[in-house]
Structures are given as C-alpha cells and as structure tokens.
C-alpha cells in the first residue's frame, strides 16, 4: 500500500504462496511468474520470506540466518531470470532504521 500511495505502484496481487508455512520454492514460482516485471515487492511473513531471499541469494538448502522483523525490508537484484542462486543483495534494512530515515536523523 505505501508503494503505490508514494510512488505510483500498481494494487497488491495476493499470492497464496507467500502465505506462511509454504516452501520457498513456491515462492520463487510466483517469483517466476512475474518475469519482465521491472520491479517488484515481495511482502510476506517469517519464515518464508527469509527462506526465499535465502533460496534466491546462495540456492538450495543453504541457511544464511537471515530474518526480517515485522517491517524489515531488503532490496535484491536479479539480472535474468529468478532462479536459485541468481540474486545480490543490495541493501537490507531494519525497521529501526527505516525509522531513522524516516525522521531524518
């Protein structure tokens, strides 16, 4: 919702395989799905979005102890298609310091 209120993204699609509890080789298929997307959010719930960031960052069952808190976020790129192992993080960001951005401290 704050994407498309500040900057011009499209609505929401649900996405049943974000929902906790699936595998992140379910995710990755919606992942896939949106190929030629130039852009896009992700947003779900632990542990199925770390396991995703992990799957896309270092592949198969590898555990890299990433966690998001409840409004963490982190920016992956992909160039071609998303597939495991395909992606480098950019950036990753805690809730405490979206706030601190927000603040402008």
Known sequence: EILR???GWPEAEPCGQLEPGNEPHAALES????IGAARL???GHEPTLSALAALLLAGEDVDLGLAFQPGGVACLRIDGDPEPASAQLVWWLTPDVLRTLAEGR
Do not use: I, K, L
């Open 5 to 7: 209120q500040t900057a």
């Open 31 to 34: 992942v896939e799905a949106r």
């Open 41 to 43: 959010a992700v947003v």
